[in-house]
């Protein structure tokens, strides 16, 4: 079955400073994707970055980033510069059947940003 | 501006009625999604429909229905048969999964259902 785990129920960080949430998944597809959203405070889920699996270059979005491991089947979000803007519930998701029919999401990691 | 509407934004009814939540876009998208959040926790698919007159039960439909009669509208009713309803209600949507692309979702704001 396909899975995503995030085993960071919560992360704090301070503002300016980086930040990496934790993610990995578990697919027997070769071609897949991969997406980090964020739910803000007015829970409107929004996407951050996604990642082609067979692309080897990691994704890059302003100061968001990610770490794609393939081999290990991980994919962490790095922000830099964090800004009290970031506080939010993030979501790893992909998109892991052979269907393409559906994502599969984490259960979440709350960030807060502290000034 | 193309995007994902649903309403109301609150709605609150009595144990034992049925209720329709609203989902409708206009990005043109084939695929439509309905997810339960509970707080503190990801989203649950409920239900699922790539193309008009056709859908599909995801993890948690049991007390969940839906039509999909038009691309543009996707509604969710939930019925009395559903043991705890009270939750947060995200719609979502996405091109065909089936033309090989990213099936990156895009969400609405969401409905937060109160039954008491």
């Known amino acids: 079955a396909q899975t995503v785990t995030q085993s960071q129920p919560e992360m704090s960080v301070q503002e300016a400073e980086t930040v990496t949430l934790s993610c990995t998944y578990d697919t027997s597809e070769s071609n897949y994707y991969l997406f980090w959203y964020k739910q803000p405070p007015s829970r409107q889920m929004i996407l951050v970055i996604r990642q082609e699996a067979y692309k080897q270059q990691n994704a890059t979005e302003n100061r968001f980033s990610v770490n794609f491991q393939k081999a290990a089947k991980s994919f962490s979000l790095k922000i830099s510069d964090s800004q009290l803007g970031d506080t939010a519930m993030y979501f790893c998701a992909g998109d892991l059947e052979t269907s393409g029919s559906r994502l599969t999401f984490g259960e979440g990691t709350q960030l807060t940003v502290n000034p | 501006d193309g995007g994902i509407t649903q309403s109301p934004k609150y709605l609150f009814r009595k144990e034992g009625q049925n209720v329709t939540l609203s989902c409708e876009q206009n990005l043109n998208h084939d695929a439509m999604y309905w997810y339960r959040q509970d707080p503190g926790q990801g989203l649950r698919l409920i239900y699922y429909?790539?193309?008009?007159?056709?859908?599909q039960k995801g993890d948690i439909a049991e007390g969940y229905s839906v039509s999909r009669e038009k691309k543009e509208s996707f509604p969710l009713t939930v019925t009395s048969a559903q043991k705890n309803p009270t939750a947060f209600y995200l719609c979502a949507s996405s091109i065909n999964p089936g033309q090989g692309a990213s099936i990156e979702q895009y969400f609405g704001p969401g409905t937060r259902l109160t039954v008491t």
């Open positions: 429909s790539q193309i008009v007159n056709d859908f």
